[in-house]
């Protein structure tokens, strides 16, 4: 499986990105997917996740209200649209795939990872 993220840039404080990730290699028929993030000097954390139907989404205190995730199976792509965006949002974006039961919010259970997108947020 083949993850590639997309969409990262620089975006002023209360900008939007939308980022991208597309599967290749096997469908994203799996569990779910999620979207971590890494800032520089801190270990990578959730952000968002949603399974396999799209009927359940899963987000950090941090970004609740703020960021959506969303998924098009037809497409093998999923999609994190990040609004109201804070400097502290700043950070190494992550996509990863998840094919077995477990939690969705701890990095352990994904079994996939793309290669990163960078965000960064000015104030």
């Known amino acids: 499986v083949q993850l590639v993220e997309s969409g990262g840039g620089l975006v002023q404080a209360g900008g939007s990105l939308r980022l991208s990730c597309v599967a290749s290699?096997?469908?994203?028929?799996?569990?779910?997917m999620g979207w971590f993030r890494q800032a520089p000097g801190k270990e990578r954390e959730f952000v968002s996740a949603i399974n396999w139907s799209g009927t359940n989404t899963y987000y950090s205190d941090s970004v609740k209200g703020r960021f959506t995730i969303s998924r098009n199976n037809a497409k093998n792509t999923v999609y994190l649209r990040m609004s109201s965006l804070k400097p502290e949002d700043t950070a190494t974006y992550y996509c990863?795939?998840?094919?077995?039961?477990?939690?969705?919010?701890?990095?352990?259970?994904?079994?996939?990872w793309g290669q990163g997108t960078q965000v960064t947020v000015s104030s």
């Open positions: 290699g096997r469908t994203i028929s799996s569990d779910g």
């Open positions: 990863g795939a998840k094919y077995y039961r477990g939690t969705f919010d701890y990095r352990g259970n994904y079994d996939y």
